[in-house]
C-alpha cells in the first residue's frame, strides 16, 4: 500500500526567526496580515515579537478569539473578522486549537462556507488564502 504525505513547504525557525515575519508575509505576495491566537496567550503578550516584526511594511490585525475548541460558528467569526479587515495571509499564532481555526478560515476565505462542506478529501475547490 502506497502513502502520500503532503505538508508545508516552507518552515523558518530557529532564534531570532521571528524577525523574518514581514519579509515571509511578502513572500506570500501579502500586505495585509490576520494574526489568529487565543485569549490566554494574548493577555500575555506572548504574540508581541511578531506584531513588532510585521511592523516592517505589513499592515495587521490581532484576532485573539480562537476558541480551546473551535466550533463552526466560532470559525466562521474569525473569517468574517478577517474579511471585513482585507487580509491576504492569516497567521495561526500559539497552539493547536489557533491553528485549527486558522487553517479552517483560511480555506474559507477563498471557498464559500460552511466549513463543514469541506470535511473529507479532496473536497476543497480553491486555494486556502496563505497561512
Known amino acids: 500500500m502506497a502513502f502520500v504525505h503532503y505538508t508545508v513547504k516552507k518552515i523558518v525557525h530557529g532564534l531570532g526567526a521571528i524577525k523574518e515575519a514581514a519579509n515571509e508575509v511578502k513572500n506570500l505576495k501579502g500586505s495585509k496580515a490576520f ?15 511578531l506584531e513588532e516584526a510585521l511592523t516592517a511594511g ?17 470559525i466562521q467569526h474569525c473569517t468574517d473578522e478577517a474579511k471585513a479587515f482585507g487580509a491576504d495571509v492569516i497567521i495561526g499564532f500559539g497552539g493547536g486549537s489557533a491553528l485549527d481555526t486558522t487553517k479552517a478560515a483560511s480555506v474559507l476565505l477563498s471557498n464559500e462556507g460552511p466549513i463543514d462542506k469541506y470535511f473529507g478529501i479532496n473536497l476543497v475547490p480553491n486555494p486556502s488564502l496563505p497561512c
Do not use: N
Open 35 to 49: 494574526i489568529v491566537t487565543d485569549p490566554g496567550l494574548a493577555k500575555i503578550g506572548v504574540q508581541k515579537p
Open 58 to 74: 505589513i499592515e495587521w490585525k490581532l484576532y485573539a478569539e480562537a476558541q480551546l475548541e473551535p466550533s463552526m460558528d466560532s
